[in-house]
């Protein structure tokens, strides 16, 4: 039996799966439905905290002494940089040092290194009474970004806004607070995910 592969996770609140319990949190449902599968996954290695923008996660890899290289990286990061007024523009340059530092983690192979493109949170509850539509502009313009980066990189691309947007008028997937995604949204995820993910793991 081949060894579980090394995974590393980096993110905010969307990865690190605010209000859920750990098992639950997309990666986890990712690395379990790898194994399932046949594709052994060891836990996720995670640096990841709520309300980091891309510059306190790149503090917080730094932080971490981490060492390479893992067989999997995933990059979720940037709704947090939205959030507090952050342009694309600004965007652009941090996502890109970001998922340089993934690819270096991933002994320089940006095939096994997957970026999630940004919830559309929108369509939340908690995006009740603001204004929905430049908010949607806004994350949209966001994930033109990281898209374009990973293309750039030749990272593999996991567009999860499709169904953040088709999820966010039910409240009932949604944690407490309106916002985060319950832990069948987080599943949902890790389903999309997967296709990337094991073709990452079988070729890189």
């Not at 690819?103 to 009474?129: K, N, Q």
């Not at 994350?139 to 750039?152: D, E, I, K, L, P």
Request: glycine share 12%; net charge neutral; hydrophobic share 50%.
């Amino acid at each position: 039996m081949s060894a579980a592969a090394r995974y590393l996770a980096l993110g905010d609140s969307y990865t690190i799966g605010e209000g859920v319990a750990a098992a639950d949190r997309w990666p986890e449902r990712l690395a379990a439905v790898l194994g399932e599968r046949g594709t052994p996954v060891a836990p996720p290695e995670f640096v990841a905290r709520s309300g980091w923008t891309c510059a306190e996660l790149d503090a917080g890899i730094t932080a971490a002494g981490l060492r390479g290289p893992v067989a999997l990286v995933s990059l979720l990061i940037g709704v947090n940089d939205q959030f507090r007024g952050g342009s694309a523009a600004a965007y652009a340059p941090a996502f890109g040092a970001l998922l340089e530092r993934a690819v270096r983690f991933a002994g320089g192979r940006a095939g096994r290194v997957l970026v999630l493109s940004i919830p559309d949170w929108s369509v939340t509850p908690f995006a009740a009474g603001r204004d929905r539509a430049a908010i949607a502009q806004a994350v949209a313009a966001f994930n033109g970004v990281n898209r374009a980066a990973a293309a750039g990189a030749g990272a593999r691309y996991v567009d999860i806004a499709p169904e953040s947007r088709r999820t966010g008028a039910d409240p009932a997937l949604f944690t407490d607070d309106g916002l985060h995604p319950a832990a069948a949204t987080y599943d949902a995820w890790a389903r999309l995910a997967l296709p990337a993910a094991a073709a990452a793991l079988a070729g890189g």
